[in-house]
Nanobody, 125 residues
């Protein structure tokens, strides 16, 4: 059974940076596309970024504005989300996910995807 564990969240000031990590167990991260989602208080969950496996594919949401970088280290079974120049609207719980059916597709955000427990990010002065 695939398991994902996020870490790296916390409190950061506007303009600051954070790097989130997503560790995959129960399988090899190199076999999967990994997708980052976030859910802001009172809002629906939204996709943030997706990274492919073995093909250099990356995708970012429009709100990224070039501030996010997704990367992976499959030797560590880990995917990262580097966030820079952070804004208050980046506040939320960040989740990583794997598509519930197709290993080489970005997760669709559905309940049958594999999800981590999330890591809280707060951007505030």
């Amino acid at each position: 059974q695939l398991q994902l564990v996020e870490s790296g969240g916390g409190l950061v000031q506007p303009g600051g940076s954070l790097r989130l990590s997503c560790v995959v167990s129960g399988g090899r991260s190199q076999d999967y596309y990994i997708t980052w989602f976030r859910q802001a208080p009172g809002k629906e969950r939204e996709g943030v970024s997706c990274i492919g496996n073995r093909n250099g594919f990356t995708h970012y949401a429009a709100f990224d504005g070039g501030r996010y970088t997704v990367s992976r280290d499959d030797a560590k079974n880990t995917v990262y989300l580097q966030m820079r120049n952070m804004k208050s609207e980046d506040t939320g719980v960040y989740y990583c996910a794997i598509h519930g059916t197709f290993a080489t597709r970005c997760a669709k955000g559905a309940s049958d995807d594999y999800w981590g427990q999330g890591t809280q990010v707060i951007v505030s002065s």
